[in-house]
């Protein structure tokens, strides 16, 4: 005999299907062609297109922009349980995201476990309706695998902190409205110690930034600069001199956004894309070598991706992901990278087109390059395989 719960959770389904089917513009269900697809919010926010505007207002009124956080916070409230069906019909018709956040998938969850009530009510908020747009300030020019080595410094000046020093790596600095800080507060005190967590709003005078260009030709990361700038005490997130603790928080969450988790948006799979591209014979690949490599790759993906949803669910419930982090970060990376190996192989010499009138074609060769930053990005490859090797498999040093 059913139970109460299941039986809501069927109604829910078929509710969130029909609305998702009634509400989502047939363009918004497309995959998506590069970063500037995306709905990205803040001060000075545009549209690609009235369909795009048109979803994020809707899903913005049924408060499915973050459907997990609670309703004070602008969040829909909804149990995992929810949650999980609402991304597995958005998964089934193929919805976009209706904005891509840092605000979303990494400030967020800090701010929910160290900031203050207050904090919580005046940043949450504009997250969920999009009016802020927030940029990440960790790596420096010298510290960037290592990055508790960081310099850029913080004084404290009675009722404000002076900050002084630059990031690298800042993607969407030059757009951003906020930025997320790492600031040294205490030079004496051990490396890892003597960190704090800052919130400082991009238009604060002394921030600059400048753009830094990619082998892809185009590229969403900054330098950015801070020269004596005035930051409000209450913009201080978690204990003075303990942004370290938040900081490895809020990298299991910016790990598992580069990996892949999460996501809803839809990628042409490899073999649709090899039938279109290579001879076949009965509607079969006839290239012997590069078929068990596709199907190689899109098992592995199926079970990545389960790995992630069980993952992630547990964490909705409480459970702590912890160093496991690292391993969707360097596993999701790293096959994104044989992906796009895939992808170039199955082109030939389409695959290393770089200036063409086939603008697609050139878009993958700039694509396979930039997957390869993916591994770099979000602490290395390298990286990710000593934390794994010490935090999940116990090895010795």
Not at 193 to 217: N, W, Y
Not at 338 to 351: N, P, S, Y
Request: net charge negative; charged share 25%; glycine share 8%.
């Amino acid at each position: 005999m059913e139970t109460t719960t299941t039986k809501d959770l069927k109604e829910f389904r078929l509710e969130t299907r029909q609305w998702l089917e009634e509400n989502c513009p047939k363009s918004m269900r497309l995959p998506l062609k590069d970063s500037t697809d995306y709905y990205w919010g803040g001060r000075n926010a545009s549209f690609a297109s009235e369909d795009q505007k048109i979803w994020f207002e809707k899903m913005l009124e049924k408060k499915w922009i973050v459907p997990y956080w609670d309703s004070q916070y602008g969040g829909g409230g909804l149990s995992p349980e929810e949650n999980n069906i609402l991304t597995q019909e958005m998964l089934r018709i193929g919805c976009r995201k209706p904005i891509f956040s840092f605000g979303i998938s990494m400030l967020g969850p800090a701010l929910h476990k160290f900031a203050t009530e207050e904090q919580k009510i005046r940043f949450l908020p504009d997250i969920t309706t999009g009016k802020t747009w927030w940029c990440q300030g960790y790596s420096e020019p010298n510290a960037g695998s290592d990055l508790a080595g960081l310099q850029t410094k913080a004084e404290d000046k009675d009722d404000h902190y002076l900050v002084s020093g630059s990031k690298v790596w800042t993607s969407y600095a030059d757009k951003a409205d906020w930025i997320f800080c790492l600031v040294r507060t205490d030079f004496d005190a051990p490396k890892h110690s003597g960190i704090s967590f800052l919130l400082i709003d991009m238009t604060s005078e002394g921030v600059g930034t400048r753009p830094i260009k990619l082998i892809s030709g185009k590229s969403p990361f900054c330098e950015t600069f801070f020269d004596n700038v005035r930051v409000p005490k209450e913009n201080l997130i978690g204990s003075l001199n303990d942004g370290w603790t938040i900081a490895k928080y809020l990298l299991t969450h910016e790990r598992q956004m580069i990996g892949g988790v999460g996501e809803t948006d839809v990628r042409k799979a490899v073999h649709q894309i090899a039938l279109e591209n290579l001879p076949t014979k009965d509607s079969i690949l006839t290239d012997g070598v590069l078929r068990p490599e596709i199907a190689e790759l899109e098992m592995n993906d199926a079970i990545f991706e389960m790995t992630i949803q069980r993952i992630t669910d547990e964490a909705k419930t409480g459970v702590n992901a912890g160093a496991l982090s690292s391993f969707f970060k360097y596993y999701g990376t790293e096959q994104n990278v044989t992906r796009m190996e895939l992808l170039t192989a199955i082109r030939g010499k389409d695959g290393l087109v770089w200036e063409s009138e086939n603008k697609k074609a050139a878009s993958e060769t700039r694509m396979f390059c930039r997957s390869k930053g993916n591994t770099i990005e979000g602490g290395t490859s390298e990286v990710q395989l000593g934390i794994i090797s010490k935090r999940i498999l116990n090895l010795p040093s």
